[in-house]
């Protein structure tokens, strides 16, 4: 290894994601709360279960919550029991993480896309209102990066139209449109529990909110192979249920939710003010909150034009700054997709933000110094590569050489 006077001045890299940092400040919490459960030996449902669903209900102002197996099941469990089902046609976004068209396939429906709205990224109303026909049997907006899509509007069209909205709140707990919580402004709402969500446990989980109690007991009964108690089974349903130690854990962790979420507000409110005093606004589109909502920053995900995104990444990456894309491929042009015949150009937005986005780190316990790195490297990558002087195959290089 070459060494030289750069090479020990090399500032410590920026992960993208540090879960080692949170668990730091709940190591005690936690340890205990998995021994209380490992003395119980109750491991599947049970009474932590039934703590967390009330806890998340009382989180989110909802009626009822039912736990399962991960965010995916939950959507997958939330359409069966709206009783979606083959040729059903179900509205959704293509600028999502896959599961949200996953789970519409995996029911027997049919994805039926509409494009986004290019500024918070969330469906596109006006487009939704396009694309509603008889076919069409629920909405699914994605409340993408931790920001609601424009519910009241939605909601308008579900309720005219009478058909259900699912809000795929996954990133998003927390998350509030005009002053109500995710997981209260749709027929029903799903939430992941996976390690990297603002919520994340010790494995896969999920969890579903309701105010309709026969959706509710629904859920409940699909999660169990379709159980109505004393193994009647008036329905086929699933083995998705959620662990106690999830659930134990998830609680541990419920109570730090707020104060870890404040968190990654002040650092998007701290990367806003560096970009500008950096005099990065003209190279990046930092993201935008609408007025009236509370984004939680799953993730903070900016815009980088001019084709330049990549190269930027690269260097950021070559600087040891993590940066992520989320997400490159639209699901409209996804392989397993094809059946369904869409073609790249149908949703312009969805292409240019798959093209364009990029995630900067945001977790809650990044330091002041972490964040002014990473604002640093970013403009300078912003500047080397609009004025072409770190073409991506010299970032690759450098990466090699280091
Ligand atoms: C994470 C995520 C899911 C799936 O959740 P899993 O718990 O990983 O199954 C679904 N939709 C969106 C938008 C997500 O971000």
């Not at 446990?201 to 999920?206: S, Y």
């Amino acid at each position: 290894m070459p060494t030289s006077p750069q090479t020990s001045s090399t500032p410590e890299p920026v992960p993208f994601i540090d879960l080692v940092a949170q668990y730091q400040t709940i190591r005690d919490e936690v340890k205990e709360t998995v021994d209380r459960v490992f003395e119980t030996q109750r491991f599947v449902l049970g009474e932590e279960v039934e703590q967390l669903e009330a806890e998340i209900a009382d989180y989110c102002d909802a009626r009822y919550a039912v736990g399962c197996a991960s965010g995916t099941d939950a959507l997958i469990l939330s359409l069966i029991a709206l009783g979606i089902g083959p040729g059903d046609e179900v509205i959704t976004s293509p600028f999502t993480f896959f599961a949200t068209a996953g789970a519409i396939h995996r029911v027997g429906a049919i994805p039926r896309f509409v494009d986004i709205d290019p500024v918070t990224y969330n469906l596109d109303p006006q487009q939704v209102e396009d694309a509603i026909d008889e076919k069409t049997k629920a909405i699914i907006p994605v409340h993408i990066f931790g920001q609601c899509a424009d519910m009241e509007t939605l909601w308008r069209l579900a309720v005219r139209h009478n058909i259900p909205l699912i809000e795929d709140a996954c990133q998003a707990i927390g998350a509030e449109y005009r002053g109500r919580r995710a997981g209260v402004l749709g027929t029903v709402a799903c939430f992941s529990f996976f390690p990297t969500k603002n919520l994340g446990g010790a494995g896969d989980g999920g969890i579903i909110t309701t105010d309709d109690a026969d959706i509710a007991a629904r859920l409940r009964s699909l999660r169990v192979h379709g159980d109505a108690g004393g193994y009647n089974h008036v329905e086929v349903g699933f083995n998705s249920r959620l662990d106690s130690l999830q659930a134990a854990v998830l609680r541990v962790k419920l109570r730090h939710l707020e104060s870890w979420t404040e968190g990654r507000q002040q650092n998007a409110a701290r990367y806003g003010e560096l970009f500008r005093s950096l005099d990065l606004m003209s190279s990046v589109e930092p993201p935008v909150t609408a007025t009236d909502r509370r984004h939680v920053f799953n993730q903070y995900t900016l815009r980088v034009g001019g084709g330049a995104r990549d190269a930027v990444m690269e260097y950021m990456r070559a600087e040891g700054v993590g940066c992520a894309v989320y997400y490159p491929i639209p699901l409209h042009v996804q392989k397993c997709f094809e059946y369904l015949g869409y073609k790249a150009a149908d949703f312009p937005e969805s292409q240019r933000a798959a093209a364009e986005v990029l995630s900067l780190p945001i977790f809650a316990e990044l330091t002041g110094e972490q964040i002014t790195r990473v604002a640093t490297v970013l403009a300078d990558a912003a500047n080397a590569a609009t004025t072409l002087k770190f073409p991506s195959t010299e970032a690759e290089s450098r990466r090699k050489a280091a």
